[in-house]
């Protein structure tokens, strides 16, 4: 149990739907992030947010949207997805959104595979 | 831009023998941290290392830090089916987390 939940677990979606990743931080946290780990490829870092403001886009496509409404809770949408987009998602927190307060705790992942 | 590598990309070893796996960044990190993801599972933070030629150990997991702070090590002696994983470098250069694309880990009983 890391603190951080992710809902759901196994996601299959078509490229037409509307779907959306959730993750939920019991630890306190101000900073919260999104990762996408595919097959054979380094964690790709997706967005951040510290304090409910996005402090970094990895230049993710826009079919991806992200949501903080609050320091607790990090929402992923996703739309008009593409077979290569299948991956798996991580939700990420930390105390302060810097490296240097701390390390990444990490959601167990939504596994995502579009047909 | 920031890149963070890592070799080698899959290491088989008996079990008993020791493991390393080893992290190169293009750039000075200010410090770096260190993950294990189970298969199935999710990164787990193991260590960071800050200071230049910082040397760590966890039981039989050492880790060290360069003394240009570019490059890192995890070594694991004896190695038991309970290390089974891959194991992610995470170079900080600022303030952000650039991780590395990891090794995996297979020990044979």
């Known amino acids: 149990e890391t603190g951080v939940t992710q809902t759901p677990r196994h996601l299959v979606m078509g490229m037409t739907n509307k779907k959306s990743l959730k993750c939920e931080q019991h630890?306190?946290?101000?900073?919260m992030y999104w990762y996408k780990q595919s097959a054979k490829k380094p964690l790709e870092l997706m967005f951040v947010?510290?304090?409910?403001?996005?402090?970094e886009n990895n230049s993710v496509p826009s079919r991806f949207s992200p949501e903080c409404p609050n320091s607790s809770h990090l929402f992923l949408h996703l739309h008009t997805l593409q077979p290569e987009d299948s991956a798996l998602y991580l939700c990420?927190?930390?105390?302060?959104?810097?490296?240097?307060?701390?390390?990444?705790?990490f959601g167990e992942g939504s596994r995502l595979t579009v047909l | 831009g920031q890149q963070v590598m890592q070799i080698p990309q899959y290491q088989h070893v008996q079990e008993g023998e020791d493991f390393t796996t080893y992290c190169n960044s293009s750039?000075?990190?200010?410090?770096i941290q260190w993950y294990k993801q189970r298969p199935g599972g999710h990164p787990v933070f193991l260590i960071q290392?800050?200071?230049?030629?910082e040397v760590k150990k966890q039981k039989r997991l050492t880790f060290q830090f360069g003394e240009a702070k570019k490059n890192s090590s995890l070594h694991i002696t004896a190695t038991q089916t309970t290390d089974v994983g891959t194991y992610f470098c995470?170079?900080?250069?600022?303030?952000?987390?650039?991780f590395g694309t990891g090794t995996s880990l297979t020990v044979i009983p």
């Open positions: 750039t000075t990190l200010s410090n």
């Open positions: 947010y510290n304090f409910k403001e996005q402090t």
């Open positions: 630890l306190g946290h101000n900073a």
């Open positions: 995470a170079g900080i250069p600022g303030n952000q987390f650039y």
């Open positions: 990420a927190s930390n105390p302060t959104g810097g490296a240097n307060t701390g390390e990444l705790f």
């Open positions: 290392l800050v200071k230049s030629g």
